[in-house]
């Protein structure tokens, strides 16, 4: 590995020939890398759950996924040291592995948070909704049923003359009760002309009752609906709303037929959709996700100060260093 620079504060770290419990662990050398560990151990137990049956492929590639990190050593400048930056993993791509869920929000977020000031300097009156919409549990078997009819209740929610936005980003996510239901909801982040805070409000009622037509419902739903202030920005809900379309927790603890079917019930099925004045913004959201992206560039071109490479060890659920 090549010697870094002079002039900058380092801990030198030599890397033993093999993986030991004495190498460095990557936790232990970079604390904002700590999420490698937990989402590479969650994905070993989705792996394992779907192992002989009609997933093993699944099982195969998310297995596979990420065993070695590959880190460039670069110039932290805020912090006048150095510090890591994934330079290449395999990645599997496989929806339910959590390191590729994790990897594909982070991607997902860059591409929203770049495209948002374009929006923000071409609306600057505008003001925006954090909405959620739900609609009552159904058994994990009706899930892609439930999905699509939440899909064509929001299309219908659009149309109505009432509704304020002219741009949306809606996201589907799906939650795991304790009676072993499925609850799909929607988040939705929503763009309104300021004029909606005057006389075009529309009460949480109101909203409850538009949501309620739109299902085509006789039971009332529950949903919330958050302004954003003026003075904020909407960046910290983009977070919100681009996400894990399911909980971690939801799909390593659940029984193994309910996780089953759930991957049977949400093959094929969109996680995002655009409409309005977003499509125009944030159409780089639909595009399809690459390895590059959801490894992340930082801006910090080619320069680095050497490699250092970590294995997983699987069962000490941990990265360390190993020489390459």
């Known amino acids: 590995m090549p010697r870094p620079s002079e002039g900058l504060p380092v801990t030198p770290i030599v890397a033993p020939e093999a993986p030991t419990s004495a190498s460095p662990a990557l936790s232990e050398l970079s604390e904002r890398d700590r999420p490698w560990d937990v989402h590479r151990a969650e994905s070993d137990q989705i792996a394992a759950n779907f192992r002989g049956t009609e997933f093993q492929r699944y099982s195969e590639r998310i297995a596979f996924c990420s065993q070695l990190l590959d880190f460039r050593l670069v110039p932290d400048r805020d912090e006048g040291a150095y510090r890591l930056k994934l330079a290449s993993t ?153 996400k894990y379309q399911t909980k971690p927790n939801d799909l390593i603890f659940a029984d193994r037929e309910w996780f089953l079917e759930y991957t049977r019930q949400v093959h094929g099925t969109k996680a995002f959709a655009l409409g309005g004045v977003f499509k125009e913004y944030f159409r780089a959201l639909e595009k399809d996700e690459t390895t590059d992206e959801m490894i992340g560039d930082d801006g910090e071109g080619d320069v680095d100060e050497g490699h250092l490479y970590f294995n997983w060890q699987r069962v000490e659920k941990k990265y360390r260093m190993v020489d390459q």
């Not at 496989?94 to 948002?116: E, F, G, H």
């Not at 609609?135 to 009432?162: G, M, P, Q, W, Y």
């Not at 609906?225 to 919100?240: C, N």
């Open 90 to 242: 395999r990645l599997c791509h496989a929806r339910q592995c959590q390191i590729c869920a994790w990897r594909r929000s982070l991607m997902y977020k860059a591409r929203a948070y770049k495209a948002l000031p374009a929006v923000i300097a071409d609306y600057p009156t505008a003001r925006y909704l954090f909405i959620t919409l739900t609609v009552k549990n159904c058994a994990v078997s009706d899930l892609r049923a439930t999905i699509k009819h939440l899909n064509e209740s929001f299309a219908r929610l659009t149309k109505l003359k009432a509704w304020p936005g002219i741009g949306y980003i809606k996201t589907v996510e799906v939650t795991r009760s304790k009676d072993s239901t499925a609850h799909p909801h929607l988040h939705i982040l929503g763009i309104t002309k300021a004029s909606y805070f005057g006389a075009n409000y529309i009460s949480k009622k109101e909203w409850c009752a538009l949501w309620k037509q739109s299902l085509r419902t006789t039971y009332s739903p529950v949903l919330d609906v958050q302004a954003i202030k003026a003075k904020d920005s909407p960046v910290a809900l983009l977070a919100e709303v681009i």
